[in-house]
């Protein structure tokens, strides 16, 4: 492991990394800011991230939802977690343009929505309903080698926004008519992953839950991350 002493880390990003077990030991952080997957953080001796967590679900229950293994749960959460992103649709179509702008090498709005269609197409369709047919073209999937341009994926594409929007309705319709009729049993069997070699390998073994959870937590996710980015833009753009 890397060991920095006396460094200046001023402004420093670290984007896509693994620092579990990382240690900050008499460190200066002032106006840090932390996002992605953390647990068992320590801050001047206190085990914070079950505040971080309870302040989280405060802000947005959805995600006590999120967690549920009830079905009608689910229902709810696929519910509020499209409602949030037709208003948020609304809200570009009032700025046009702004769908396609991006700050801090974060992805645009589009692509955001890209990348859901292809989370639909990988975790649920194939995941949770066994489908081996050709992703979505228009899909944004993983940087990953052989995956990143494979299994009917064209990044050549430059969709519109309607494009885009009339792709994600379909596969909300899909999704929610299908969680209309999931029962417990059906979430907790084992996902009925085709055995091939096509995103996502690792997904094998895992429970139809678990694969809608993904579905779920990234349409969540990518949600606040959009939202983040088209406020930093309209915060621009008044400046």
């Given at each position: ?74 229902r709810?959460?696929?519910?509020q977690l ?5 208003a ?7 700025t ?67 494009e ?76």
């Open positions: 492991m890397a060991r920095y002493f006396d460094e200046d880390l001023r402004g420093a990003q670290f984007r896509e990394c693994d620092l579990t077990g990382a240690r900050l030991i008499g460190v200066v952080m002032q106006d840090a800011e932390i996002d992605g997957l953390v647990t068992n953080l320590v801050v001047n001796g206190v085990e914070v991230t079950g505040y971080v967590e309870a302040e989280l679900d405060r802000r947005h229950p959805v995600r006590v939802l999120l967690r549920s293994e009830d079905p009608a749960d689910l709810e959460a696929s519910r499209h409602a949030g992103w037709a948020t649709i609304e809200r570009m179509r009032r046009p343009g702004i769908e396609r702008r991006s700050v801090n090498d974060e992805w645009s709005a589009v692509q955001t929505l890209r990348h859901l269609v292809f989370v639909h197409d990988s975790w649920f369709r194939r995941c949770c309903l066994g489908s081996t047919e050709l992703f979505t073209p228009m899909g944004i999937g993983t940087t990953v080698e052989p995956y990143r341009e494979a299994h009917g994926l064209d990044l050549s594409l430059d969709p519109t926004l309607d885009i929007v009339g792709v994600r309705d379909a596969q909300i319709a899909e999704l929610e008519a299908w969680l209309d009729e999931v029962t417990a049993v059906q979430l907790a069997a084992r996902a009925p992953v085709p055995d091939d070699d096509v995103w996502p390998p690792y997904a094998r073994g895992r429970s139809v839950r678990q694969c809608l959870g993904t579905v779920l937590n990234e349409t969540f996710e990518h949600h606040g991350f959009c939202v983040r980015d088209l406020d930093l833009i309209e915060t621009q753009g008044a400046e």
